[in-house]
């Protein structure tokens, strides 16, 4: 081929274009800082590698309890200054977040429902919790139980115990688990019988799942995403949302143990 000087010019100016797309495509990727709590983290830690591979953002992921005081609970992070640009959470520690000023009003969004189930160590009885009746039976019986210090403890501790009028004969046998799964207590055998987010339970290998709570005493738990006050990458953290939402993601979601609420 000869060179000619049109040639040469030309040459050049594509040589440039690539250039200025590859460096176009650097630019608009971005980082976010997202904290997400339990219920949704199995889906979420399978979920984000796909975004970032389909965008090419980087999402530097954080992890803590809805509500409460321990010292990786969402509420306490941002307490002591830490930034993020997304919060997924449940629906009332969401509203929480809001009403402190944390969260921008109106950028809720319903993600997943979520209920709570219980577990037992594998290879132990599995206690009947079908029927209110049941559960109640079931709880008077249990050696030990543990409950997760987030939203669903919460619920069992002051609504549902104190409902089936078992509060006063658990006190002394019923924990709260804080900053760890409640599966992993279980596992190990440092609880009989334990109750969390039905997500939160079936990926243990070592426990076996029982069931979810009676229909009339259950708490169905929305999960959803909002955005930080003064956060600048406000673009990215609805972009991920959107994944979060798409169909493409609904199975994935249903796999483990959520009700992907966009798919209803």
Partial sequence: MTFTPNNITRRLLLVGLGVFLAASQVAQAAEIRVITSGAFTEAYKKLVPE???????????????????????IPTRFSR?????????????????????NVIPGSRVDLVRSQIGAAVRKGTPKPDISTVEALKQTLLNAKSI???????GTYLSTELFPKLGVAEQLKDKAKKIMSERVGAVVARGDAELGFQQVSELIYFKELDFIGTL???????????????????EQDTAKQLIKFFQSPEVAETIRQTGLDPVAAR
């Fill in 81 to 101: 200054g830490e930034k993020f640009d997304l919060i997924i959470l449940s629906d009332g520690g969401l509203e929480a977040m809001i009403k402190k000023g």
């Fill in 146 to 152: 543990a409950y997760s210090a987030s939203a669903s």
């Fill in 214 to 232: 009676p229909e009339s005493v259950q708490q169905t738990i929305f999960f959803s995403a909002g955005l930080i006050e003064g956060s600048t």
């Fill in 51 to 73: 975004f970032e591979k389909q965008t090419g953002h980087k999402v530097i992921s954080s992890y803590g309890a809805s509500v409460g005081n321990a010292p990786d609970a």
